[in-house]
């Protein structure tokens, strides 16, 4: 059974830091690129960082450059988005996603960041 399950989230300080963790099983991680998505209330999802199948690559949204920084570790079929100098408009419900031939084909349930002081 494909599962992707997220965790690390909960209630930080602005300013403070976490770090997610999104574990796969049930498919060939290593052939997957990975996504974190997020979305908040009234608000459209938005990606926030991307890494490819190795690794090698990453991508960031603008809003997160500098701050945040997406990883993996195809030993452990973990993928990982350590989150710093957080902000109040960062407060979403955090998605991973694994990606093949461009196309998501599975999602997580979600882990709920919340930042506020």
């Known amino acids: 059974q494909v599962q992707l399950v997220e965790s690390g989230g909960g209630l930080v300080q602005p300013g403070g830091s976490l770090r997610l963790s999104c574990a796969a099983s049930g498919f060939a991680f290593g052939n997957y690129a990975m996504n974190w998505y997020r979305q908040a209330p009234g608000k459209e999802r938005e990606l926030v960082a991307s890494v490819s199948s190795t690794g090698g690559s990453t991508t960031y949204a603008d809003s997160v450059k500098g701050r945040f920084t997406i990883s993996r570790d195809n030993a452990k079929d973990t993928v990982y988005l350590q989150m710093n100098s957080l902000k109040p408009e960062d407060t979403a419900v955090y998605f991973c996603?694994?990606?093949?031939?461009?196309?998501?084909?599975?999602w997580g349930q979600g882990t709920q960041v919340t930042v506020s002081p």
């Open positions: 996603s694994a990606v093949r031939g461009a196309t998501i084909r599975y």
